[in-house]
């Protein structure tokens, strides 16, 4: 019987075959993806030899092999001869430019332990995904199901674990993908809508193959499916008296001017009527081919709301794509809150964190609303407001767990000595003030990210992304202050236990015994305090692992208040960038499917 894995469940590999290889496989048909195993040192980095794909089925000279099928990618690997420097075994699978939700399968499965993990329901548009791993713990290898995703695709993940461009290029497909054909037959005719000055603001045309290239799969609500179709049919009714192929299409290409996007997000649609025909709006018809013009006319105010109609939807739903992309990351981490509160608790101030963990629900349900729809004025301004509490209360819990902190150098100036106790209580406040201003931290970066998605001025995010860097150098150097007094009392504490020579000399020579007995108690009581001075220095709850978290947890959030500005730009860019939808109908007029396309040629 298999039992089904969750997300972030990790337990031991108890069933181990006595001799043989440890099998594992990945099941991801129908899509012509890539599969393959990594092997990753202690620092999470990409072992030299450690990688097998269908290029390299054979890695760390054997130890690790695997057989590919149409679908399916099954590996052996015989733990016994991987090498200790390797920590990790990655299992991946991804394809660059093709999400891989879009595979009807995606399995993990262990027939030895009777186990199997499943993450598609819960990705989105990652281009490669780390389905799970094995990794070495004091009592043996264990598993961990992960379904990480990376809509960065291979790019993203490789380089992130410090594979070379040499290995990047194992993870390519074998068998290319043919592409489809480039050409457009010259019978295909554009319907166009042009603006007072003769400028493109909306077209509508039979979608041809090449349509399909550098598009993305939309994953619509029923009801945006439903208003889609709709408005798809209202225009293509309305074109048709000019294009007749249009009725009989089942595919149709709708595009999105710059002009218009711009207008449509400041509250108006660049539609309108005058009294003469130049002033107004215009229609034409053109060949898609050559782009040579059919002809021109002028619409009626009737028919400009059936037009506003389908420009308003189709924007509507490019934004929406545009929030899904970038949000759908910000979704996962605020979904993991919940389940992991237990142990929030047990590493910050429970109290302090209460209303920022309030005001993350509240970033999480605008995040929702916007995966699925546009937000009305009531509703944007609500979000905002939301965002700027939850700033605000981030930086008060931020300043309040940082003073402390600030003057740890002083304290340590001013402390003699340090007694093992008094070491542990400092690791344990220091680390609860540190959490608990990690913590605030990450929400304030997440309030920002949305605060970006509801159109926040760049000197705005600019004074935020400051203000944030100034509290993330405090923490830094609060860590390296700590690390230096424990270090300090780490080293006096060690001269300090160092067996003395010629100790009670005098005495030795009229108590031997004595002083044997006494010695002995001596060492022994020295290697006691040594032993609890290690593991206060080297466990895993001791100080210098401690301290490594935080440095790492310091550097991510440096490279999210980074990312804050490229994430502002590039959204920016894809709202003001032409947009088209690609919408594939049934005879009814239902939307079967449907694809975005960024950056279209708009005649």
Partial sequence: ??????????????????????????????????????????????????????????????????????????????????????RRLMFVVGRDGLPVSQAKELRWTLPSEGLSFNPLSALHLEQAVILGEFYRHAAGWRLAALGQGYEGGWTELLQRHGVTEAIQELFAPVTPVPSPSPSITPEVLTWEVHDGQGKPLLTLREAQSLDLRDSKRLTLSAAQRAELGLAVQGAVKMAAGVVPALLNANTYHLALSKEMRVAMRQGGTLLKTGVKHHRGVTGAVRHASNGKLIGTGSFKPAHLARVANIATIAFQIAAVVTAQYYLHNINQQLQTI??????????????????????????????????????????????????????????????QHELPMA????????????????AKQSLLKHGKNMNTALFAAWANIQALQLGIHLGWAEDRLTLHQEDLVRSLEILNRATDVFEKGLSRFDAEARAKNAPRMAENFHIGK?????????????????????????????????????????????????????????????????????????VQTNSAGEVLHAFMQEDPVVA
């Fill in 1 to 86: 019987m298999t039992s089904s894995l969750i997300a972030g469940q990790r337990q031991s590999l108890p069933n181990l075959p006595a001799n043989g290889p440890l099998r594992a496989a990945l099941e991801f048909g129908p899509l012509n993806l890539t599969a393959g195993l990594i092997g990753l040192d202690e620092k999470k980095k990409f072992c030299h030899g450690a990688v097998v794909t269908e290029r390299q089925p054979l890695g760390l000279g054997g130890a690790l092999r695997a057989t590919f099928g149409p679908g399916r990618a099954d590996f052996e690997i015989d733990l016994e001869r991987v090498p200790t420097t390797v």
């Fill in 338 to 399: 919940d389940r992991k509160l237990d142990d929030l608790q047990e590493f910050v101030e429970t109290q302090a964190t209460g209303r920022l963990i309030a005001g993350l629900k509240g970033i999480a349900r605008n995040v929702k609303l916007l995966e699925s729809r546009s937000l009305d004025p009531d509703e944007r301004a609500a979000a905002l407001g939301d965002v700027l509490g939850l700033i605000r209360e981030a930086e008060s819990q931020a300043a």
């Fill in 407 to 422: 003057n740890l150098d002083a304290v340590f100036k001013t402390k003699d000595q340090f007694k093992l106790d008094d």
């Fill in 510 to 582: 009229m108590f031997p015994e004595l002083v044997e007995l006494l010695n002995l108690i001596t060492r022994k009581k020295r290697k006691t305090c040594d032993q609890q001075r290690e593991t206060f220095r080297a466990s895993p709850e001791g100080w210098v692992s401690t301290l490594d978290f935080h440095r790492q947890m310091l550097a991510g959030l440096h490279d999210a208040v980074q990312a804050l500005r490229q994430d502002q730009v590039e959204i920016e860019r894809q709202r003001k960038a032409p947009v088209a939808l690609v």
